[in-house]
């Protein structure tokens, strides 16, 4: 079983990553517009996210709308909102799970059972930065591919936003937290038997011979 310091790192590194996460989901800055060529000098700046697509003006305005419909929206986009909501939702989960399993709180007494709720929270966590690390780098991926395109006009061109790093980051926090609850939350096996076969040993009554 893990020591509680471990865990307690693992829980702040889920805690953030969690707050990453819902950052990187609510936030609409997974493309901006691109500055190039022709399009150097602007009155304005484009915000795409996963909900919304916002206009910031030259000003400091901003104006932001939701999407007509999600079949407007290109595939990456589409698969992040679902890859990030169920990772939001499957590492609040862990987390809750790992707070009854852990070694510094109470609610669970045997300790078999404490190993496998942190072992079970550890791959779920590995689960969660996973599905935000795919969206984010897929998202990535297309929009470097339709930047380097000649056949894109340089309006339409866009760059990667803040969103992206900041998914990166909270991807790597969540998969080091289940990594560190992976391997340091492996449940014991066979040290039950061997202390119940000493104890029957040392209970056996002793022969008395004449």
Same mark, same amino acid.
């Given at each position: 079983?893990?020591?509680?310091?471990?865990?307690?790192?693992?829980?702040?590194?889920?805690?953030?990553?969690?707050?990453?996460?819902?950052?990187?989901?609510?936030?609409?800055?997974?493309?901006?517009?691109? *500055?190039?060529?022709?399009?150097?000098? #602007?009155? =304005?700046?484009?915000?795409?996210?996963?909900?919304?697509?916002?206009?910031? =003006?030259?000003?400091?305005?901003?104006?932001?709308?939701?999407? %007509?419909?999600?079949?407007?929206?290109?595939? %990456?986009?589409?698969?992040?909102?679902?890859? #990030?909501?169920?990772?939001?939702?499957?590492?609040?989960?862990?987390?809750?799970?790992?707070?009854?399993?852990? %070694? *510094? #709180? #109470?609610?669970?007494?045997?300790? %078999?059972?404490?190993?496998?709720?942190?072992?079970?929270?550890?791959?779920?966590?590995?689960?969660?930065?996973?599905?935000?690390?795919?969206?984010?780098?897929?998202?990535?991926?297309?929009?470097? =591919?339709?930047?380097?395109?000649?056949?894109?006009?340089?309006? =339409?061109?866009?760059?990667?936003?803040?969103?992206?790093?900041?998914?990166?980051?909270?991807?790597?926090?969540?998969?080091?937290?289940?990594?560190?609850?992976?391997? *340091?939350?492996?449940?014991?096996?066979?040290?039950?038997?061997?202390?119940?076969?000493?104890?029957?040993?040392?209970?056996?009554?002793?022969?008395?011979?004449?």
């Amino acid at each position: 079983m893990g020591s509680a310091g471990v865990q307690i790192v693992c829980v702040a590194l889920g805690i953030l990553g969690l707050i990453g996460t819902i950052v990187c989901c609510a936030v609409p800055r997974w493309k901006v517009s691109s *500055f190039t060529g022709s399009n150097i000098v #602007t009155a =304005q700046s484009s915000q795409e996210g996963l909900w919304t697509n916002c206009v910031v =003006q030259s000003t400091g305005q901003q104006q932001c709308k939701s999407y %007509d419909s999600l079949l407007v929206l290109p595939s %990456d986009l589409q698969a992040a909102r679902a890859m #990030t909501i169920i990772s939001c939702m499957l590492s609040s989960l862990c987390l809750l799970m790992l707070f009854s399993g852990a %070694d *510094f #709180t #109470t609610c669970v007494e045997s300790q %078999d059972a404490k190993a496998k709720i942190s072992l079970v929270a550890g791959i779920g966590l590995l689960l969660a930065g996973l599905l935000v690390v795919i969206s984010v780098s897929w998202s990535a991926h297309n929009t470097v =591919q339709n930047f380097n395109n000649p056949l894109v006009p340089a309006s =339409q061109k866009r760059e990667l936003g803040a969103c992206i790093f900041v998914g990166w980051a909270a991807g790597a926090l969540l998969i080091l937290g289940g990594g560190l609850l992976c391997c *340091f939350s492996r449940p014991k096996s066979g040290g039950s038997g061997t202390a119940k076969y000493y104890s029957n040993n040392a209970s056996a009554p002793n022969k008395n011979y004449v």
